[in-house]
């Protein structure tokens, strides 16, 4: 749709480090808040996150929709983040392993590289500029905040089964972009399997297909390694 915009610190370094700075200071307060809470009051706490991030989802499709720029080719939540803020939503309010071992292994890494390195999709007029920090602080904010405040653990095999359900997703939403592709005659980029992102991210040497692609793939490896073992480090993985 042609409305991709990105920030890096070399283009813009007060408002990178505006925008970064007041992202990680939300987070760390929220789950400040979650931890002097008493229980009672923290699942209440849990909750009302769990609506606002629900209210962000629904706005953004209703504001889309109303300013014209919804497009089936773009506006679905089926990037690696937006399939996250799913995730952020639901367990929020149930909790179930699985989806905490996403968010944490799958979730943390994207939301990081998306915070220091972010591409605007929707470009950044108006609310999207908000919004892309916004949703993806929660992204990081949850898997943070449910560690920290209700001291979930991770499997032993977490590592395995997060990068299985990555391949998965990526194979299902290639899938998607297809059928999209066939039935509007315009091919979708979710999850960035057709295209790279336009990101200044240093860790994408080449934006040549299928190469880039296979790099994505390689480190979400790493990173899901790398994470995991960070809380194998601190206690947090299952003995």
């Known amino acids: 749709m042609g ?3 990105f920030l890096s610190y070399s283009k813009d370094p007060e408002l990178w480090l ?4 007041i992202t990680l200071f939300c987070i760390v307060f929220l789950v400040l808040i979650g931890y002097y809470l008493s229980d009672r009051n923290r699942a209440i706490f849990t909750k009302f996150l769990g609506v606002m991030f629900f209210v962000r989802f629904i706005f953004l499709h209703g504001y889309q ?3 014209g720029h919804w497009d089936i080719t773009n506006s679905l939540p089926l990037h690696l983040c937006g399939i996250s803020s799913i ?3 639901v367990i929020m309010f149930y909790y179930n392993q699985s989806l905490f071992e996403y968010i944490v292994l799958l979730g943390i890494p994207s939301a990081i590289h998306s915070i220091l390195t972010p591409q605007f999709i929707n470009g950044w007029d ?4 908000p919004e892309f920090y ?7 904010l949850v898997p943070l905040y449910l560690t920290i405040n209700y001291n979930y653990k991770l499997r032993k095999n977490a590592w395995k089964t997060a990068f299985f359900n ?8 290639g899938t998607i972009n297809v059928i999209i592709s066939f039935l509007y005659g315009e ?3 979710y999850m960035y399997i057709c295209e790279a992102p336009i990101a200044d991210n240093p860790l994408l040497l080449t934006s040549q297909w299928p190469y880039y692609f296979l790099m994505l793939i390689f480190f979400m490896f790493i990173h899901i390694l790398a994470v995991f073992y960070i809380y194998k480090l601190i206690g947090r993985v299952e003995k």
């Open 187 to 189: 091919l979708p980029n």
């Open 87 to 89: 995730v952020c939503i």
């Open 126 to 129: 108006g609310y999207y500029f």
């Open 3 to 5: 409305r991709d915009e």
């Open 65 to 67: 929709v109303g300013i």
């Open 166 to 173: 990555g391949l998965v997703a990526a194979f299902v939403v």
């Open 134 to 140: 916004f949703s993806h602080g929660a992204i990081l």
């Open 18 to 21: 505006n925008s970064v700075g």
